[in-house]
Nanobody, 114 residues
Framework: VQLQASGGGLVQAGGSLRLSCAASGVDFSINPMRWYRQAPGKQREWVVTIIRGGKINVADSVKGRFTISRNNAENTVYLQMNSLKPEDTAVYYC?????????WGQGTQVTVSS
């Protein structure tokens, strides 16, 4: 399984970014897919999950601003981030679990300036 995250960058507060996570070796239409983030000096925290059937769970800290979607044909998931805040600054990681093993993308940096 390989996960390739991309799309991070520098954005002003209130702006938007869309992160992508392209996968090989795992079928996102079946396997749950998650985004996590890790800010400097903080523990990695869960952000959002999409499961088989399309149900989405979102952390309270980003509810109403972030959402996840997927393109099954391209085996890619997206994290749409709107109304970004400086506290959203972090490295964002895509994640999936397959047969009990945890797989992580390499992380993509999101920096939100005030």
């Amino acid at each position: 399984v390989q996960l390739q995250a991309s799309g991070g960058g520098l954005v002003q507060a209130g702006g938007s970014l869309r992160l992508s996570c392209a996968a090989s070796g795992v079928d996102f239409s079946i396997n749950p897919m998650r985004w996590y983030r890790q800010a400097p000096g903080k523990q990695r925290e869960w952000v959002v999950t999409i499961i088989r059937g399309g149900k989405i769970n979102v952390a309270d800290s980003v509810k109403g601003r972030f959402t996840i979607s997927r393109n099954n044909a391209e085996n890619t998931v997206y994290l749409q981030m709107n109304s970004l805040k400086p506290e959203d600054t972090a490295v964002y990681y895509c994640n999936t679990i397959l047969n009990g093993d945890n797989y992580w993308g390499q992380g993509t940096q999101v920096t939100v300036s005030s």
